[in-house]
């Protein structure tokens, strides 16, 4: 028996951060959505117990490093399985893009586990356990347009998904380290998207409303540190995506475009300056 898991790669439609608390993370008012382009992950019971993870990507760990490795790893003591796992991870999203690739994973391990051997997990259970692993974990989840708050460990699913439109995203080929993000911010100084607005928009299903209120508090900081980024933006602006805004603490930026033809125009547009470029569809949630 095997099961197969999507891992889509989240986007954050807006992203706030609104103060640095005392155990030294930061408070975040997010709007989230999933897009479609994702990893796949097959999850096969061994006769051993432990958990083998194989991927294509020979880039990434597959030790108790890998976010996979810690979902699956914290289901079975948690829930008091023993049977071994094997996972084999099909990796089509960029890596430390800000496309929260390893959160997604890392999701789909919960599902794929909880499913392969009937635990009967809630996702609110496999949410609050998944936190100390990574915190954009619990969104990917619920994986529907979201106002996520906390952390990142409150997610509040909205009533309608983000209006549908052409997203792309383009990853300059730099690696940005979230930690780092975090700690070199000054708080004070950041800009504060009005998050509230994008929600209304959103349950208003308004796309001309909703594009107007995109933004990221720590888009200038990782803006100032890698200036591509800032380019990458205004080129998408330059050929007509409708708006453009980097994702988590970057280094990938979205443009979205209601237009298809648009969106084709600015993703071929921008292919001549970066390699990794994807033309993607919302998904409808
Ligand atoms: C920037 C976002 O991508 C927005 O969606 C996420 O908040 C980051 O999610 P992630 O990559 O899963 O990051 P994590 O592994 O949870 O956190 C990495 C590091 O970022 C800092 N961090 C993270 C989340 C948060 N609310 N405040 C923080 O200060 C912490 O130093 C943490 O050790
Ligand atoms: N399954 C996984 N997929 C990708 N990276 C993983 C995985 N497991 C562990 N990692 C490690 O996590 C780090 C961050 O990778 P990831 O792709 O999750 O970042 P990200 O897209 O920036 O996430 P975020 O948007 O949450 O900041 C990498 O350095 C990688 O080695």
Known sequence: ??????????????????????????????????????????????????????????????????????????????????QGVEVNLKKNLPVAAGLGGGSSDAAAAFRGVNRLFDIGASLEEMAKLSVPIGTDIPYCLYGQTALVTGVGDCVKPLSHPMPQCWVVLVKPKISVSTPRVFSKIQVDSLSHPDIHAIYQAIENQDYQEMIQHLGNSLESYTMDVFPIVKYVKEKMLEFGADTAVMSGSGPTVLALCKKRSRAIHVANALKGFCDEVYLVRTLNR
């Open 1 to 82: 028996m095997e099961i197969i898991e999507k891992a889509p790669a989240k986007i954050n439609l807006g992203l706030d951060v609104l103060y640095k608390r005392d155990d030294g993370y930061h408070e975040l008012e997010m709007i989230m959505a999933s897009v479609d382009l994702s990893d796949r992950l097959i999850f096969t019971p061994t006769n051993t117990n432990d958990i083998i993870i194989k991927t294509d990507n020979g880039f990434l760990p597959v030790d108790r490093k890998n976010n996979i490795y810690q979902a699956i790893d914290v289901m079975k003591k948690t829930y008091g399985f023993t």
